[in-house]
């Protein structure tokens, strides 16, 4: 997964990135899908030892241009995971109350306690890219945001988080295909959204934002992935696969168990 991950401070143009790329699976569609169930068991085993344990503390970002599959990724890939030990933080327009706090203030809320996965639908990267293409606040606000950014998440990790952060990245004609599809099935019709084609004109603007997340905010300690996402298993599958490696990588373990359990009789 090695390929997909931003090395801090390279300058990255994500329209060089091949949304269709596949050549970390030798296998199609078929053989993807059931890997990912078997991906989906090691999950559920790993998050119920994190649970365990109670000691790491887990957050993924999920980052996507709209219908980008932020959804379906979180369905697929945690399919099979105890909720109880997972929450999913969604960050849509913020509440006047969250705006008149700083931009971190609604983030922090949500970041993950001891024994947590929390996945980030949407996250503090908004401020940065919806925020910077709406021209929200001033340039010279944003810009120094990217600092924040890595300073916080630096603090995160320094208190025992560990952070994956995954851009899934489609190309303007899949999302023009996925709009459509939007618009031609009767039970998506509820996703369709016209702001999303005001959205889509945005595209080059959210681009070159994202040129500069991924290029500022991509550390050792917090790193992106970039997702090929027009190929929805093999998307599941990349994310799947560097969240399983990550927590395999933490060397968590059960508990001790009280003495002498063996002698328990239960009457
Ligand atoms: P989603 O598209 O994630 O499924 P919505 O359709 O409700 O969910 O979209 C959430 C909206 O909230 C997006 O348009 C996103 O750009 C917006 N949003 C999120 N964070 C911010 C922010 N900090 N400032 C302004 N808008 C934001």
Redesign the pocket.
């Known amino acids: 997964m090695e390929r997909y991950r931003v090395k801090p401070k390279s300058s990255i143009d994500p329209s060089q990135w091949d949304p269709n790329d596949r050549s970390a699976f030798d296998g199609g569609k078929k053989k993807g899908r059931k890997a990912l169930l078997a991906l989906n068991e090691r999950l559920e085993m790993l998050q119920e030892l994190l649970y365990a344990e109670n000691r790491h503390k887990v957050l993924v970002v999920l980052q996507a241009m709209?219908t980008g599959g932020?959804?379906g990724t979180i369905r697929h890939v945690f399919e099979g995971v105890n909720p109880q030990g997972v929450r999913v933080a969604?960050?849509?327009?913020?509440t006047p109350k969250e705006l008149a706090h700083d931009?971190l203030w609604r983030v922090h809320q949500q970041t993950p306690a001891q024994g947590e996965i929390v996945i980030f639908?949407?996250s503090h990267y908004?401020?940065v890219?919806?925020?910077r293409v709406h021209e929200?606040v001033t340039a010279e606000r944003w810009g120094r945001r990217y600092d924040h950014i890595n300073q916080f998440e630096r603090m995160l990790v320094d208190e025992g988080t560990t952070i994956l952060k995954f851009f899934l990245h489609i190309d303007l004609d899949e999302q023009k295909e996925r709009l459509q599809a939007r618009l031609d099935e009767p039970h998506k019709r509820w996703k369709f959204?016209r702001?999303d084609l005001k959205?889509r004109q945005l595209w080059p603007a959210y681009m070159e934002a994202y040129e500069d997340v991924l290029s500022k905010t991509s550390t050792a300690y917090a790193p992106w992935y970039i997702v090929p996402a027009n190929r929805k298993w093999y998307r599941n599958l990349v994310v799947a696969t560097v969240l399983v490696e990550t927590l395999e990588g933490l060397g968590m373990s059960y508990p001790e168990s009280e003495e002498n359990l063996d002698d328990v009789e239960i009457e």
């Open positions: 709209d932020k959804d969604n960050f849509k327009v913020p931009y639908n949407r908004e401020d890219l919806v925020v929200l959204n702001g959205e």
